[in-house]
């Protein structure tokens, strides 16, 4: 088993963050992980990407260019990401798409703040990942409290993951 996913967002949108937490639980649970940050000139308001693999066997080449995940959370990074869209794989699309203009309705009905959005997102990721048995919904929780407990909005990221978890994608 070999799962690819690429990450997208503008620099400040927490798209490292997210990868780096799923590395740390998937890496936990005995996967191989390769995890290439892309950060261009994320700091000057540019895209910021992320190529993760995670594997139950070694790794040969860390890039790919067909994500079974790819999460797009601006519209710079959606522009960026146009070549892994719809990518050739057996199924000719991902296995998991999510865009952040999908979920507007969902952010307004719920009251969730912009800066939890990238939670949110994460929780999906990791229901996608522990429904294929690569890591645990605890596990990332866990590892989000030690990151961002002591943090202003833990309350509202909290919030956040929580609903991602009941959301059917």
């Known amino acids: 088993m070999i799962l690819k996913i690429l990450l997208a967002g503008d620099g400040g949108q927490g798209i490292q963050s997210i990868s780096d937490l799923l590395a740390q639980a998937s890496f936990a ?15 000057r308001g540019g895209v910021s990407l992320s190529f993760l693999i995670i594997s139950d066997e070694e790794i040969a080449y860390p890039r790919f260019s067909e994500p079974n995940v790819l999460l797009i959370m601006s519209e710079q990074a959606d522009a960026r990401t146009k070549k892994f869209k719809n990518a050739d794989l057996p199924t000719g699309r991902q296995d998991l798409k ?5 979920f507007v309705e969902v952010f ?18 990791t229901k996608f990942l522990a429904d294929k048995n690569i890591l645990k919904t605890e596990q990332i929780f866990e590892l989000l409290e030690k990151k961002l407990s002591k943090k202003t909005n833990w309350e509202e990221n909290k919030k956040a993951f929580e609903l991602s978890l009941k959301i059917n994608k």
């Open 29 to 43: 649970n005995g996967f191989f992980i390769s995890q290439i940050p892309n950060y261009g000139l994320e700091q």
């Open 108 to 125: 307004k009905e719920n009251n969730i703040l912009k800066q939890s959005y990238n939670i949110f997102f994460l929780g999906l990721i």
């Open 98 to 102: 999510l865009d952040i203009n999908d």
